[in-house]
Structures are given as structure tokens and as C-alpha cells.
């Protein structure tokens, strides 16, 4: 069956570090691969796009790798900030026809 | 140069009412996508239009739920006889024509939470 995953529910760190979310599918081929941020109460907001030959896309403090091999994308934001605590939401083109999101990772920034 | 627009922010209704959810998309798109998020839960696509088309209606529950874009005038998401499970919160996005480019990228509105009594 298709499926979507984020590594996990909530992830906590330390201002300052890296924080890495996990983005794994199933059962699907994307053309690219996508980042979003939703704050409580509001819709997501775009962050980065990835295509499928593009192994690397960086954006200021974000980065992202998409990995079509292992079926996964890793999302990297660097010196994070409380201002960073959000929800995160990857989403995979289902062959050009619609959007399917996962289940996203709510990030906490510890001051 | 507006962003998406969904209107009511907020709709009460009781249970065997109707649900009408509107949304204005960004000036030059003309894809429209509504999605229904639970609490705690991701984004579940429900239907995507073109102006007067319904390109993909695969995520719409089979009776009660219809969408429309029409020529002029905003997106409707209307929701007949509404239960408690309907509740939650709606989400409009809007994408330019997918000529390629930006054309993958879709701005939200911000939502329309229904509650259902």
C-alpha cells in the first residue's frame, strides 16, 4: 500500500543545533518532493521544492536532500531558533495529479 | 497582491445542516486543491479543479461532499448534511498553471474550521 512517513510526532532540541526531519514513502515515484511549515491555527506555508535528479536544495538555513533510492528526504534547518518551532510537512506529487502530505513533525526550539 | 482567501474563518452548524466553504484564489492561478486536516493529523488531499473542471475528486467522500470552481466567483466546498465527523478544519491552496516551474507550488488560505454541533 502507498504510504507517507515523518520520523516522528515531536522532535525537541537546543537553540543552536541542527534539527533533521525524516520524510520516507512507499509505493510512490514523485517528480519532486516538497517542504511546508504550519503554525497553529494557520495553513502551511511553502518552504523548498526538490526535484528527482536534484540530490541537494538549500535555502538560506534549510536544506534538503531527496534520495529516490531510499525513497527519503531529509530536511535540515541549521542554527535553529525558537522562531523555528512549527509543524513540518513533506509532500510527494502523486503523478502530477494531486499532493499527498505526511503526517508531519512538530519541532520545539528550546531557548 | 492578495494571497488565498477562504471564507467563513470559523462556521457552526448542526448536525443534518449544510456547509458552504469558499475560497478566492490568488490572482493567475487557476488550480484550486481543498484538503481537511484533523487535530493532530496531516493534510488529507480531498479534490482538485480547474476552472469549470473537476481534474481529480479522488479523496472526496462519495455522498454529501461536491466542489465546484466556476468561471467567475470563488471555489465552493459544500458539504451536505453535515455530521459530527465532518468537523475539522478545511484547507483551500491555489497553484499557477503547471507550466513547469512554480507551477508545483501551492499557496494556502487559512482554512475554514468547521464545527459541527
Known amino acids: 500500500s502507498q504510504k507517507i512517513e515523518q520520523n516522528s510526532e515531536a522532535l525537541n532540541i537546543q537553540e543552536g543545533k541542527t534539527a533533521t526531519l525524516t520524510c520516507n514513502y512507499t509505493?510512490?515515484?514523485?517528480?519532486?518532493l516538497q517542504w511546508y511549515r504550519q503554525d497553529p491555527g494557520r495553513g502551511p506555508v511553502f518552504l523548498l521544492l526538490?526535484?528527482?535528479?536534484?540530490k541537494e536544495k538549500r535555502k538560506e538555513r534549510l536544506k534538503v536532500t531527496f534520495d529516490t533510492t531510499l525513497k527519503q528526504s531529509l530536511f535540515h534547518i541549521t542554527a535553529s531558533q525558537p522562531a523555528d518551532s512549527a509543524t513540518y510537512l513533506c509532500?510527494?506529487?502523486?503523478?502530477?495529479?494531486?499532493?499527498?502530505f505526511g503526517p508531519g513533525t512538530r519541532l520545539s526550539v528550546l531557548p | 497582491n492578495a494571497g488565498v482567501m477562504q471564507n467563513p474563518r470559523h462556521l457552526v452548524r448542526r448536525r443534518g445542516q449544510e456547509a458552504r466553504l469558499r475560497c478566492s484564489p490568488m490572482k493567475g492561478h487557476s488550480h484550486v486543491y481543498w484538503y481537511r486536516q484533523l487535530p493532530e493529523e496531516g493534510l488529507k488531499f480531498m479534490v482538485y479543479l480547474q476552472k469549470e473542471n473537476i481534474i481529480d475528486e479522488s479523496g472526496m467522500p462519495k455522498e454529501r461532499f461536491s466542489a465546484e470552481f466556476p468561471k467567475e466567483g470563488p471555489s465552493i466546498l459544500r458539504i451536505q448534511q453535515v455530521v459530527r465527523g465532518d468537523s475539522a478544519a478545511y484547507f483551500c491552496a491555489s497553484s499557477p498553471p503547471k507550466t513547469g516551474g512554480e507551477g508545483e507550488t501551492q499557496y494556502f488560505g487559512p482554512g475554514t474550521r468547521l464545527l459541527v454541533l
Open positions: 509505493n510512490y515515484s514523485p517528480a519532486y
Open positions: 509532500a510527494i506529487d502523486n503523478y502530477g495529479q494531486n499532493f499527498v
Open positions: 526538490i526535484r528527482e535528479n536534484e
